[in-house]
């Protein structure tokens, strides 16, 4: 059994588990996805990077964007700021975060990280 992301116009509608088999029946778009793919990378049941195949750069989510060029899925932006990363499809902000050990939330009006007090 697998993921698999039912594509409509370029945008995940539905993610179901199935055999290939009954995918290859269905007349709609289906494309497979990994639930352990995150960035690009394969992780294992440890949530650490384990070498296997990354599939389609992220899991894919409904309301996510199938990009057929880049063979990737990707969520919706959530700031209008943030860039799409080429290499891991996940948006980043125009400036890290920093590293304070502190927490932080993105404020878009000023393009910043504010400290969460």
């Not at 980043?92 to 304070?100: I, N």
Request: aromatic content about 12%; overall charge negative.
């Amino acid at each position: 059994m697998a993921h698999f992301a039912k594509i409509i116009d370029g945008l995940v509608v539905q993610v179901i588990v199935a055999e290939q088999d009954f995918i290859d029946t269905l007349g709609a778009d289906w494309v497979q996805t990994s639930y352990n793919t995150r960035g690009g990378i394969h992780y294992g049941q440890d949530g650490e990077p384990d070498g296997g195949t990354a599939l389609r750069k992220n899991f894919a989510g409904v309301g996510h964007n199938y990009d057929a060029t880049r063979d990737a899925f990707y969520p919706q932006s959530l700031y209008a700021s943030w860039t799409l990363n080429d290499s891991t499809c996940i948006w980043e902000a125009p400036t890290a975060c920093p590293d304070a050990g502190n927490q932080y939330n993105w404020d878009e009006d000023t393009t910043s990280w504010v400290e969460i007090t």
